[in-house]
Each structure stands twice: as C-alpha cells, then as structure tokens.
C-alpha cells in the first residue's frame, strides 16, 4: 500500500531553537516530494523535491529529499512564532499528476 | 486576486440534501485537484482533472460523488444524499506542467452535515 509517513505528529518548540521534520515515503514510481506549510486554512506550497542530495531553501527553511532512504527532511531555524503551523509532506507518483498522497502532517508549535 | 478560489467557503446541510461546491483554479492553470480534509488528517486526493478532462478518481469517490470541468476553467464537486461522514473540508488545487512547481489551494469549503 502506498503510503508518507511524517515524524514527528506534534513538535513543541521555543522561539530561537532550529527544528527538523521528518518524511518517509513508500511509494510505486516515485515522482517528487512536496512540502506543504497549512495554518488555519489551505495548504500553502514551501518546495518540491525530484532529485536527491540537492537541498533547497528559502530564508530559514530548507529541504533535501534521500531516494536512498526514501524520506525527505524540512528544517527551520531560529523559529519564530509564525512558524506555527501544520507541515504536511506529499508526494506524487504513478503515472499521473493527479496521484498525489499526503502524510498525515507534524503540527509544530513555536512558543515565545 | 489571482489565486485559486472556491464558493461556498461554509456550506452546512441536512442529510440526505445534495450539495455542490464550486472552484476556481489560477487561470494559466490546466490541471486541477479536489481534496477532503478530516481533522488531524491530511489531505486525502479525490480527483484530478487535466483541461476538461477528469483522469483520475479515487476509491474514496463514491457513486454519490460526481466532479465536471464543463469548460477546462472551473470545476465543480457535486454530493448527492449527504451523509454525516462526508463532514469536511474540501479542497480545491490547481497546477501547470510549467513552473513554478506544486499545486496551489484554494481556501477550502467546509462542509457540515446536520
């Protein structure tokens, strides 16, 4: 059964400490891993990763995806409270763009 | 405001009613997704359209779901004889072939069966 796995299900963290999510995925004709960051409403797109070792970042965030080890890492420095959210990880696969599966999300909370 | 929109954004019934939910994808957009969202779940895939063209469905679909992309412009989530189960949010999601990459959502309509 295909399925991604997120690790862990809930983080709590105080401002300043740098985190690391965590992506495990086993799926038939991988295709690419996708972050997603989802506060009250939808989910809002952060990267998506088809090759692995080549890390992408965006201001403290960053992401690198292991086809090895079939997982994927989001980290986040020097948290702010705005980093609150739900950190969802996807990942497509099959032979069609529309075969995307999402793990269930690690739920972060960045106390002040 | 150019990103993907979806009507209503609340919409709560009575069992047995049917409902129908509306989105509007990003306009350079060809592709587009529906969602459903339990809490503490993620997002589970329902279907994919490519132009006006529906490719893909999944198994969560039952027979009393029913998706059009009349125009390949906006599509809409039809639910016939609502159950209390089918309560959730529903997503809309649009992407291009091109980039930039990953799938843009719409805000969501939440759906209560009473």
């Known amino acids: 059964e295909d399925k991604v796995v997120q690790s862990p299900l809930s983080l709590v963290v105080h401002e300043g400490d740098t985190v690391t999510l965590n992506c495990s995925y086993e799926?038939?004709?991988?295709?690419?891993l996708l972050w997603y960051k989802q506060e009250k409403k939808a989910p809002t797109f952060l990267f998506m990763l088809t090759s692995s070792g080549i890390e992408k970042k965006s201001g403290r965030l960053s992401s690198i995806l292991d086809k090895k080890e079939l997982s994927s890492i989001l980290n986040i420095t020097a948290t702010q409270t705005g980093d609150s959210a739900i950190y969802l990880c996807?990942?497509?696969?099959?032979?069609?763009?529309?075969?995307?599966?999402f793990g269930k999300g690690t739920k972060l909370s960045v106390k002040p | 405001d150019t990103g993907v929109s979806q009507n209503p954004r609340h919409k709560i019934t009575k069992r047995g009613q049917n409902v129908t939910f509306r989105c509007d994808p990003i306009s350079e957009h060809n592709r587009l997704y529906w969602y459903r969202q339990t809490l503490g779940q993620g997002p589970e895939f329902l279907t994919y359209?490519?132009?006006?063209?529906?490719?893909?469905k999944s198994r969560l679909l039952s027979d009393r779901f029913s998706a059009e992309r009349p125009k390949g412009s906006f599509s809409t989530l039809e639910i016939q004889r609502t159950e209390q189960g089918d309560s959730a949010m529903y997503l809309c999601?649009?992407?291009?072939?091109?980039?930039?990459?990953?799938?843009?959502f719409g805000p969501g309509t939440r759906l209560t069966v009473t």
């Open positions: 799926v038939t004709n991988f295709r690419s």
């Open positions: 999601a649009s992407s291009s072939p091109g980039r930039p990459p990953g799938q843009y």
């Open positions: 996807a990942v497509v696969y099959g032979g069609s763009q529309g075969n995307l599966i």
């Open positions: 359209f490519q132009n006006e063209a529906q490719l893909e």
